[in-house]
């Protein structure tokens, strides 16, 4: 397994680009639609102060013709004697006839209006008094131009500010996106120089932030590939060395068998004593059975490790009917073996699980089980729920397993000194695969001294609702 050399990435610049632009074109539609608020407000409010200042101005009017009226006596006297003296700066004041024409002097009216500044006007219309002067109207007009002015400024410092601002910010993000992405360019630095077993891990740094969480966890997946390798590598070394021996027995009986055949007898014909023959079959045949034993569990163990962590399919059965079932294939080892193989306690317990596998661990328990038992001895089984969990106990009366040992006898191709002695023919990998079973249902497995002084394997898995 290898790692596919990383280039260093030439697209660092075109992702900070594209922040960079997306920040900067956020920004401008952020402050757009500020400006544009802002702006209606100000209108808004610049058009109702207007509004309240003229209404103001035509109530200014409204009182000073009550005050006076009650010395001129007359109602157009008065009103020209208010429209003379008052004066309002940008503002033109008007009393109109119930007919419509002015009161007052046109000239001087004329006047003040050609003192205003040039732009658009706005005039407001309101009863001088309705009953001092019916029917006469007060006319405020007043020019929009300081309005206009005001906006317009708004405008210009909306039109050169934004972009200003935008521009800044572009500047600010183009800074601040190299700065961010300054550990993903050293992280890819680093990753074009990792190998298998290099070591070499990414660098992190500050692994509070979101770049950092993730260089921790790419690390972490770096020690993950680097421990699978490892233990690949165990693997096939301890493969190759477990199929060498067996491998090397048989070439070597095959060369015996070759030698015999080349010994002429007394006519000049080659000879070979049948019994010798059938000794060296029977030997070959055993020798491949074992290997072909060990190749069953190589697989099973390599599907282990493709699978890894991924959930089996989990299927409602009964452990008690499962183990009831495959019970009867091993009693004739048993007997040959003259060893006993029953059950202590069979009740119904309910999984959830895969009967292929479940069976396999089954087998495993039950073979290791047989394999380190003396003649006379016994293998008792129990199937049962305890705790809310399924129980299933595999009891023999073998050579037991020495407590230094019980803590690595699920390793793979870890066997005993006990275990060795008493079969030189085993490989070490069913508690493997028995360990990997349970595991994948969500199980344990653990291993005591039993009643008998032999071995107790305990496994427990969760029990389904039944």
């Known amino acids: ?30 402050l757009l639609s500020a400006a544009t608020a802002l702006r209606f407000a100000l209108r808004a409010t610049l058009e109702r102060e207007f509004s309240e200042s003229v209404i103001a101005s035509a109530g200014f009017v409204q009182q000073f013709f009550r005050t006076e009226i009650h010395e001129l006596r007359t109602i157009e006297g008065t009103i020209v004697h208010v429209t003379e003296e008052l004066v309002f700066e940008d503002r033109v004041i008007r009393v109109r006839r119930p007919d419509g024409s002015s009161v007052g002097d046109s000239a001087r009216l004329a006047r003040r209006a050609q003192d205003l500044p040039p ?11 309705p009953e001092l002067a019916p029917g006469y109207q007060v006319e405020v007009s007043a020019s929009l131009t300081n309005t206009i002015a005001l906006q317009r400024l708004v405008d210009q410092w909306f039109l050169v500010g934004i972009p200003l601002l935008v521009l800044c910010a572009g500047v600010a993000g183009w800074w601040l996106t190299g700065r961010t992405l300054r550990p993903v360019g050293a992280m890819a630095d680093a990753a ?3 190998a298998p077993a290099s070591g070499i891990r990414l660098p992190v740094d500050d692994p509070r932030d979101e770049i950092g969480r993730l260089g921790l966890r790419f690390n972490a997946l770096l020690d993950r590939l680097d421990g699978a390798l490892s233990q690949q590598r165990e693997f096939l070394a301890d493969a190759a060395h477990e199929l060498r021996t067996p491998i090397a027995r048989m ?5 015996l068998a070759m030698l015999g055949l080349s010994a002429h007898d ?39 490790d493709a ?7 989990l299927k409602p059965l009964f452990l008690d009917d499962l183990v009831a079932d495959a019970l009867p294939r091993w009693r004739p080892q048993a007997m040959q073996l003259g060893i006993g193989l029953d059950f202590v306690v069979l009740e119904e317990t309910p999984v959830l699980g895969d009967a292929v596998l479940l069976g396999r661990l089954v087998g495993v328990l039950v073979d290791n089980a047989l ?41 793979r191709f870890y066997r005993g000194e006990d275990a060795r002695h008493k079969r030189a023919d085993g490989s070490g990998l069913g508690l493997a695969i028995a360990m990997w079973i349970v595991r994948r249902h969500g199980g344990r497995i653990d291993v005591s001294e039993g009643s008998g002084g032999g071995s107790l394997f305990v496994v427990r898995l969760p029990l389904a609702a039944g």
Not at 3 to 29: E, S
């Open 307 to 313: 699978t890894g962590d991924e959930a089996p399919v």
């Open 1 to 30: 397994m290898d790692f596919a050399p990383l280039r260093p990435d030439a697209h660092l610049p075109r992702i900070r680009l594209r922040f960079t632009a997306l920040y900067a074109a956020t920004l401008l539609v952020v």
């Open 371 to 411: 394999r380190y038992s003396h003649a006379g001895g016994d293998v008792r089984l129990s199937v049962r729920p305890e705790d809310g969990l399924a129980r299933l106990d595999v009891e023999d009366s073998g050579i037991g397993i020495p407590l230094p040992d019980r803590a690595r006898i699920f390793d």
């Open 251 to 255: 070439r070597a009986r095959v060369e």
């Open 119 to 129: 732009g658009p006007m706005r005039a407001v219309q309101v009863p001088l008094d």
């Open 192 to 194: 074009a120089r990792i």
């Open 266 to 304: 007394a006519d000049g014909v080659k000879a070979l004593d049948e019994t010798s023959g059938a000794d060296v079959l029977a030997a070959l045949d055993a020798e491949l059975r074992a290997v072909s034993h060990q190749v069953d569990e190589l697989l099973q163990l390599a599907r282990a």
